[in-house]
């Protein structure tokens, strides 16, 4: 026995996370009655979309410059990796660190974290369904954070205009990387993490899990 | 179980819509976009070049760009040494549209800041970083290269750059360099784009580049010059003047041009065409080259300037040979293109250098400027450009306007060229050159102005006029001098020649310059032939009658015999006859006196009795006057003298101050004893003479004498120094008969004798001392005679006198006048004579009547004076003389009315008779009851009970004594009898009380 909630023929309202009985894969919750699936439908088709989007996007937001630094009409672009060698070269390698991981390992390791997923998600691997969760919410929960450092550029490139002197301008490169950002959010929002519980149980349908088996204690049903 | 088994009691069949999704969409528009990207950056991608650098500091990779016109061309990609680490390779990456343009004839440069003098460039790299700028090959001609070598600066301009391309030559750079601009009436128009050295001509080329819009102003013939810093000139005529083109090119030099204002306008110069770059505005402007011959030692240096009038017209740039064997340098100059028609072979170059001598300093402004070389020009004659340069400025051409003469002289004295000619004291001229054609030959060329040239007449006389001539004897002294220049430098003068001469002379005539202005006056010129002619010199003069007539001009010595080319004052031509006669004069210095002071002073001269006959020019000069003919015009007399050393033959004769005659000869006469004078008065003077005509030597000093006989000239100091022979002639009333030839007439010594010569007389003194010749003859202190000489007594001690008196004193040569010789006397009671201390005695007269006598005795002592002709005149009788002397006064009331005129004893010689004579006025005081007393000296009359009374009438009596006396009243009924002439009273020996209170009233006449 699994200890899925669809081996129960019980399904979650995303909404308003009301167990419901699920009789078709597509209902309406009993309670806040927002149609739901038991399942993303093509939530790997999706996912595997975006994620390929935000690789290809990946890659321009590499090569072309984040910004552009005018000091006294002089342009100075860099791109992120150019960013990261200049601050190593000026000794703040905590700052050298800092934007290494947010803007350069952080979205790569998203993608490839949903790579992982998706291919955890059909295969079976050597990840516990421990570390595919916990990998789920890691990346689920640094999308977003990606963007912070749009919010930098954008931030200096509006604050940092003292005219000739010094001025920040954005390039190209920061448009693919925010682009790339979004891709990766909408991948991990597409991906149906229950998934994995799926593929797992699948092809570990020989291990019980030492979960609790919980019944369904509810013997009156309150969806009609 | 699957996820559909699970749901239970599905109501709907739901089916998965089949197919694949609208997201896809994303990803593949992604890659879409990203292949685009790749293959916009694939395309995009630039050309890659290397370059080589020497050094590549400032050059960084990435941002170093590479600029064409500001727009950049590519960026620097790499930078790694070369293989042999000499040199920077540095790859880059240049936009592909200049792949097309990167062949060998593509340039690179580096470009930095640069601050220099020839300006600021490329101040923007140090804000933007220094960048590499590159030329590309417009016309894509070369072969593509991908490796290029950078130039070290920017390339010379392109000739494809609309503008002017010209080129300038020149020797030196001077202050000029890259960028200096080019200014065209200061306005700069272009700049120098680039500098190198030709080594096959060894000149400096530079590359201009005039903008487009300027560049029509370049002509063909424009003439370009350095004009870079500050020009400083100055002259003394035209100040200083500091002159730049403008600030820039003051600094970082710059190059002018101009055109020439008369020269035609040409055409506009092309590109690559080449001119010469000239070191100043001046030169530039002077384009016309010249070779000028200079003189071994003219001062000229590089420089120098050529002018005419002041004006600037040329330079000496260089000189192209120096010849020291043939000792000439010749020197290119410049000179104004705007004379070249007057550069003909009759133009003259000469010197101009600053002559500093007595006459001034002339051509002042070369001292300061150094010697400048003058023009002479003309338009006559072919053209020329090679001259010669005289090292002074020539004589004037005879076609100059003006008179050109040509004067010979035997000696030039201080004369040099440019000293000045002179008529009348005013610089009519000058002299052009000085011509050396013999030992003592000179030609003289001078020029006279035109305005002053008919002051020359052909019968002008030109002489050196340089210097102060001192002229003159003892009775004419004379300073003069033409003018202070020509004392100092010399000049000639000259004069009109005869009046009313209409010749004019042409140039080259030739005339004679004589040595001074007498010697030009004398023009007569005869020849003397003389044997001994030591003491003759070119000064010699020749003398007549004491009048300088003319002087030795010249003297050749010819086969022992000496001929003394002579010459006289024109007036005197007439004494050029054939039986004239010349003979030397010498000075002649004897101690009993100086005859013919002028000889002395003067030096020897040649005298002349002017004779008669033809016109003759040539005489023989004796050393001794010649005798002369009886029959010579002229009255012909014989002096007697006792010397003869007072006149020379040749002395004048003068009739008050006039000459009248002249001495011909002084021999001894016959006797031996005498000096027989012949003298000649000319035939006009005949009349003068009479036999009572006293000659006396009127010359020279005589020196004889002591007190007595110093002899005061009446007549002037001329007649002193003159000297010769005067006469006087008295006025007699007698009749004047005629005086024949050959008549005799004594010599008196001295004019006093002369005058006072009236009538010879002789006295006879028995006493000697105290006598000698000129004394006077004193009659009452007139003087009424002179001796003439004594002649002392063979026997005895005595001497007679020879004396004369003069015409008032003639009626007193009569028997019975007396003489006597009265020396003075100084004595305390009267002093007599006084007069006679100057002269030391003289010999009294006491005029008596009978028949005329010339022999006389004088008196041992003066004759008692008894009576005077006026006043009354009475005799006193005394018992002595005692302090009574003659002159004592005679006093009533103590006034003086008379005076003692004699003493003497009585006839019986028992008293002593005083004569006194009362002046006619107070003659009425004596009646014939006056009595005299003797008030000589102070009474004094001392008693012991009288006391001491002290009396005398006056101080003149207190001294020298006095007679006194006192009239009584009158009683009234009797009447005053005056005392009669000769009476004779008492003198009284002491004063009786009751006389002086005797006051009776007698009436004086006023």
């Known amino acids: 026995m ?223 | 179980m699957t996820n559909k088994t699970i749901l239970a009691d599905s109501k709907a069949i739901i089916k998965d819509r089949e197919g694949i999704s609208a997201v896809w969409l994303v990803p593949i528009i992604a890659l879409i976009f990203g292949a685009w990207l790749i293959v916009k950056a694939v395309s995009d991608r630039g050309t890659f070049i290397t370059i080589q650098f020497e050094s590549a500091s400032g050059i960084v990779v990435g941002k170093t760009q590479v600029r064409y016109k500001g727009l950049t061309a590519g960026i620097v990609r790499d930078v790694e040494m070369s293989e042999n680490l000499q040199s920077v390779i540095v790859e880059i990456e240049m936009i592909s549209s200049s792949k097309k343009m990167l062949t060998d004839k593509t340039r690179f440069w580096y470009v930095t800041a640069d601050v220099s003098f020839q300006g600021v460039t490329g101040l923007d790299t140090l804000l933007s970083g220094s960048y590499i700028n590159v030329m590309p090959d417009f016309e894509e001609e070369g072969e593509a290269k991908s490796h290029f070598i950078a130039l070290n600066e920017e390339p010379s301009l392109d000739q494809a750059t609309p503008g002017l391309h010209i080129s300038l030559k020149t020797k030196t750079l001077g202050s000029l360099g890259k960028k200096a601009p080019v200014l065209f009436k200061q306005i700069t128009v272009g700049y120098v784009a680039g500098v190198n050295y030709e080594e096959n001509s060894d000149l400096i080329n530079i590359n201009l580049f005039i903008e487009p819009k300027y560049a029509s102003l370049v ?28 600030l820039a090119s003051v600094i970082a030099g710059g190059i002018a041009f101009g055109n020439s204002d008369f020269e035609a306008e040409m055409e506009h110069a092309t590109n690559g065409q080449s001119f010469t770059l000239y070191s100043d505005y001046e030169t530039a402007n002077m384009g016309h080259e010249i ?21 600037t017209l040329g330079k000496i740039t260089d000189f192209t040979r120096i010849d020291p064997l043939g000792r000439i340098i010749v020197a290119s100059a410049i000179i104004n293109p705007r004379i070249i028609p007057y550069l003909t072979s009759d133009s003259q170059f000469f010197v101009v250098a600053p002559k500093l001598d007595l006459g001034g300093i002339t051509n002042l402004h070369t001292l300061m400027l150094g010697a400048h070389i003058g023009i002479r020009p003309s338009v006559d004659g072919e053209p020329l450009n090679e001259f010669n340069v005289y090292n002074q400025k020539p004589a004037y051409q005879y076609d100059e306007p003006g008179l050109h003469l040509v004067l010979k002289a035997k000696d030039v004295g201080s004369l040099t060229t440019s000293t000045g000619v002179y008529f009348k004291q005013q610089k009519v001229g000058d002299i052009q050159a000085i011509e050396n054609i013999g030992p ?82 004398q023009r007569s010129v005869f020849n003397l032939h003389i044997e001994n002619s030591q003491s003759i010199s070119t000064k010699t003069r020749i003398m007549l009658r004491g009048e300088e007539i003319g002087s030795v001009h010249n ?84 002096l007697t003298a006792e010397q ?84 006087f002639n008295p006025e007699i009333q007698a009749k004047q008969s005629h005086v024949n030839e050959g008549e005799k007439f004594t010599l008196f010594d001295n004019i006093n004798h002369a005058e006072l010569a009236g009538i010879a007389i002789e006295i006879h003194f028995n006493e000697i001392s105290g006598l000698k010749s000129n004394l006077k003859i004193k009659y009452h202190d007139q003087q009424v005679g002179v001796v003439s000489r004594i002649r002392f007594d063979e026997q005895g001690f005595g ?56 022999r006389f005795k004088a008196k041992d002592i003066a004759p008692v004076l008894t009576t005077l002709p006026s006043g009354l005149n009475l005799a006193l009788s005394a018992n002595s003389l005692g302090s009574v002397r003659v002159g004592n006064p005679v006093l009533y009331r103590q006034v003086k009315v008379g005076r003692v005129i004699g003493v003497d004893l009585s006839s019986t010689a028992d008293r002593v008779n005083v004569y006194i004579n009362i002046f006619e006025r107070y003659a009425p005081l004596v009646s014939q009851q006056s009595k005299f007393w003797n008030t000589s000296g102070i009474h004094i009359d001392a008693g012991v009970f009288s006391g001491v009374s002290i009396d005398s009438e006056s101080i003149e009596t207190l001294l020298a004594g006095g007679i006194a006396f006192a009239t009584p009243e009158v009683d009234e009924n009797e009447t005053f009898q005056a005392a009669e002439q000769g009476q004779l009273f008492n003198l009284a020996s002491m004063v009786d009380e009751e006389w002086p209170t005797w006051q009776p009233k007698i009436e004086l006449a006023q």
């Open chain 2, 555 to 638: 003297i050749i010595h010819q086969q022992g015999k000496t001929i003394l080319q002579v010459g006289v004052l024109p007036n005197y031509e007439f004494i050029l006859r054939e039986k004239s006669q010349f003979w030397l004069v010498n000075a002649n210095l004897s101690l009993s006196g100086i005859t013919d002071t002028d000889a002395l002073f003067g030096g020897a001269y040649i005298s002349v009795n002017v004779g008669e006959g033809k016109k003759a020019s040539d005489f023989i000069v004796t050393d001794l006057p010649p005798a002369k003919h009886l029959s010579s015009a002229g009255l012909q007399l014989s």
């Open chain 2, 219 to 246: 002509k063909e013939n424009s003439r370009f010059w350095n004009a870079s810093g500050i020009t400083v000139s100055g002259s003394l005529t035209s100040g200083i003047k500091v002159h730049t083109d403008s």
């Open chain 2, 799 to 854: 001497a007679t006198v020879y004396a004369f008196l003069d015409d008032n004193g003639r009626k007193f040569a009569v028997a019975d006048s007396k003489f006597w010789f009265a020396k003075p006397e100084l004595a305390l009671v009267g002093s007599t004579n006084v007069s006679a201390i100057l002269d030391g005695g003289f010999i009294g007269l006491i005029p008596g009547k009978g028949e005329p006598s010339q």
């Open chain 2, 644 to 727: 003869g050393n007072v006149v020379n033959p040749g002395s004048p004769i003068s009739f008050r101050g006039v000459v009248v005659g002249q001495v011909d000869n002084v021999s001894l006469d016959k006797t031996g004893i005498n000096v027989a004078i012949s003298i000649t008065i000319d035939e006009d003077y005949r009349h003068l003479i009479s036999n009572f005509t006293r000659f006396y030597n009127a010359s020279g000093i005589t020196l004889s004498g002591g007190l007595g006989n110093f002899i005061l000239k009446t007549e002037s100091a001329d007649a002193v120094l003159k000297g010769g022979i005067s006469f």
């Open chain 1, 2 to 224: 699994s200890n899925k909630a669809l081996s129960a023929g019980l399904g979650n309202c995303p909404q308003c996370h009301k167990l419901n009985v699920m009789h078709t894969e597509k209902q309406a919750c009993s309670r806040c009655k927002t149609l739901f699936f038991a399942r993303k439908p093509k939530s790997i088709e999706y996912t595997l979309a975006w994620t390929i989007a935000a690789l290809v996007m990946f890659i321009p937001a590499n090569i072309y410059p984040m910004m552009v630094f005018y000091t006294l009409g002089k342009p100075d672009a860099s791109t992120i990796l150019e960013g990261i060698a200049i601050f190593i070269q000026l000794g703040m390698l905590p700052v050298a660190i800092i934007i290494f991981i947010a803007s350069f390992v952080v979205p790569l390791g998203k993608i490839i974290g949903l790579f992982t997923l998706m291919y955890s998600s059909k295969k079976p691997t050597k990840l516990t369904l421990k570390q595919q969760g916990k990998l789920y919410h890691i990346v689920e929960f640094l999308g977003p954070w990606s963007m912070l450092d749009v919010f930098v550029v954008t931030v200096m490139a509006a604050v940092v205009n003292l005219g000739f002197l010094t001025s920040i301008e954005v390039a190209s490169g920061i448009t693919y990387f925010t682009l790339m950002v979004v891709f990766t959010i909408f991948a991990a929002e597409s991906f149906d993490p229950r998934l994995l519980w799926d593929n797992h149980q699948k092809h570990n349908h020989n291990t019980v899990t030492p979960y609790k088996e919980y019944k369904n204690t509810d013997d009156k049903c309150h969806d009609k």
């Open chain 2, 291 to 311: 070779q000028l011959t200079l003189n071994w030692n003219s001062g000229i240096d590089r420089g120098a300037a050529i002018m005419y009038q002041g004006l």
């Open chain 2, 440 to 521: 003592s030959e000179f030609l003289v060329h001078v020029f006279i102005q035109p305005k002053y040239k008919h002051f020359v007449s052909t019968n002008s006389n030109f002489w050196n006029a340089g210097g102060l001539r001192i002229t003159g004897g003892l009775q004419n002294f004379s300073i003069q001098a033409q003018s202070l220049q020509s004392v100092l430098a010399g000049g000639i003068a000259f004069d009109l020649g005869k009046e009313n001469q209409d010749i004019i002379p042409k140039n080259g005539d030739n005339f004679q310059l004589f040595t001074n202005k007498e010697v030009a006056k």
